[in-house]
């Protein structure tokens, strides 16, 4: 029997990209706290403004260890991560907090370039 806890030992840098608009810039950057297991190395998804300063963060069950790819939708302020162990999530920007929303074929089509673009498959 194979036991997973947490989301793995390896840390990749942190991504950030910035929204279409410009007006936001998204990180998705791995959880260091150990205080749970289920979450350390999981990625975090932080919201912020151009210049930096965080407006709002989001943890995800996304491992670190695992392909990933996060951006955002080619219009409008909507954040797109592809992860190969949890899937495809996207989040809304809504009063400088992600809102997660239901996914569209428009949405699992930018997942797969994303992935495509940072992974060459």
């Known amino acids: 029997m194979l036991l997973l806890v947490g989301c793995g030992p390896m ?70 991560l592809q992860s190969s162990d949890i899937g495809t999530l996207a989040f809304t920007v809504v009063s400088n907090q992600l809102d997660q929303v239901a996914l569209t074929p428009p949405i699992e089509a930018r997942a797969a370039q994303l992935k495509q673009s940072k992974y060459g498959r």
């Open 11 to 80: 840390m990749k840098p942190e991504e950030r990209v910035a929204s279409p608009s410009g007006a936001f810039v998204v990180a998705a950057i791995p959880n260091e706290d150990t205080t749970d297991p289920a979450k350390h190395l999981c990625l975090r998804l932080v919201l912020m403004t151009p210049t930096g300063a965080t407006l709002s963060a989001l943890q995800t069950g996304a491992s670190d260890v695992q392909k990933w790819a996060v951006g955002w939708m080619e219009t409008g302020d909507v954040v797109v």
